[in-house]
C-alpha cells in the first residue's frame, strides 16, 4: 500500500491523527475501519523516508526514498539512494501517474493495467507504493471476524469487488487493530488464489501516532523472496507547495 495514490504506502504507504474508531456502531462497520486505516497511514498530508530492502535468494539490495502525500488524490516518491536509483519518481494525481528516469531524462505516463505492476523490480507495485485507496472506492467490505492482537481487538474484513469495477484482484482480506493500524492485507487474483501477502512486522509511535513501521510484502509461492519497506521519519498534517504535485517538479525537482 507505499507513493507507494490516489494516494499511496507499501508509501504507502502505501499518512488525519491515530485513529481510534469512536463507538461501537462505528467499530463493526468495515468501510469506516478501512478508511480509519488509510487516514492513520497517510493523514490529510505527510512527508516521509522510507527504505526499501529488496530481498532474493541470490541476492539483496536497498534504497531510499521521500514520499509526500496529499488529500485522497495526489502522492510523489523520489529514490535518493543509491547513486544509481537516484532521481527516479513516481507522480500519482488521482486516476493518472508518471514516471521519471532521469539518465532518460523522460517521463512516462502509466496506463491504468500497468499499476498493479513490480515498482523498480521490488514485491511492492505502483498503487501500493502510492497508497492507492481503490480498496475503498472499488470494493465492498465485510467483518468476517475478530481477534485480541496486544491487547487490541482486530478485525478481519474482506473485500470484494463492485460489479464492473476496473480492478486487478478478486478478493483482498484485511486486517484492521481498533485504534486504525492495518496489520495485514492478502491479495487475491480473479480465481481466489492467493497472490501475495503484506504484514506488518513493526508497529511504534510516528508522528503522533501507533504506526506501521515495517511492512514486508511476500509473494504466495516464491519462498525466499520478499520486499520490506520500513518508514524511518514522517511528518503528518503539514503544508505542502502546491508546486509538489507537479510533472514539473518530477522532473526538475525544488526542494
Sequence with gaps: MFLVSRRSGLAAALLAGALAIAGPAAAADATALLKAAFDNWRGK?????????????AWERGLTMQSWTEGDDKALVRFTAPAKERGNATLK??????????????????????????WLGSDFSYNDLAKAE???TDYTHRITGTATVDGHTAYDIEAVPKPG??????KQAVRVRDDGVMLREAFYDQDMKLVRVMTTEKIGPLGGRP??????????????????IETTSAQFDVALPASLF??????????
Design 93 to 118: 494525481l488521482g486516476h493518472e501517474t508518471w514516471i521519471y528516469n532521469p539518465k532518460l531524462n523522460q517521463t512516462i505516463k502509466l496506463p491504468a493495467s500497468m499499476l498493479a505492476q513490480s
Design 165 to 170: 469495477a476496473p480492478v486487478v484482484w478478486g
Design 134 to 136: 481503490d480498496i475503498l
Design 45 to 57: 498530508s505527510s512527508r516521509a523516508t522510507i527504505e526499501m530492502t529488496i530481498h532474493r535468494p
Design 246 to 255: 507537479t510533472r514539473s517538479n518530477l522532473e526538475n525537482p525544488r526542494g
Design 211 to 228: 504506526y506501521p513501521l515495517v511492512l514486508v510484502m511476500r509473494p504466495a509461492d516464491e519462498p525466499g523472496r520478499w520486499t520490506r
